[in-house]
């Protein structure tokens, strides 16, 4: 079955940065749009960037936009966020997902999530 594992989450202090990974396993990576989403406590899950299956195309929540990095490296079955510049209201569960429709990425409806990794950030 389709699993997605993230790591590299943690505490850091605000002007800090991390990077998270994502591995894949049981689908065919290379065709699968990618994405990265957040959840803080009592709030919605949030689109924070997106990435096509080829790499050559990406996204960002205006949040994030210039401070955090997505990447995939397909030969390795692995997709990635640096995030840059952290703050404190990054705070949250990030998860990554795969769809085959990078649509379904950006509409926050992708057929698969993995369980997430914590990322605190202390001011």
């Known amino acids: 079955q389709v699993q997605l594992v993230e790591s590299g989450g943690g505490l850091v202090q605000a002007g800090g940065s991390l990077s998270l990974s994502c591995a894949a396993s049981g689908l065919t990576f290379r065709n699968y749009a990618m994405g990265w989403f957040r959840q803080a406590p009592g709030k919605e899950r949030e689109f924070v960037a997106g990435i096509r299956w080829s790499g050559d195309n990406t996204d960002y929540s205006d949040s994030v936009k210039g401070r955090f990095t997505i990447s995939r490296d397909n030969a390795k079955n692995t997709v990635y966020l640096q995030m840059n510049s952290l703050k404190p209201e990054d705070t949250a569960d990030y998860y990554c997902?795969?769809?085959?429709?990078?649509?379904?990425?950006?509409?926050?409806?992708?057929?698969?999530w993995g369980q997430g990794t914590q990322v605190t950030v202390s001011s």
């Open positions: 997902a795969a769809d085959l429709g990078y649509t379904d990425i950006l509409g926050l409806r992708p057929n698969y």
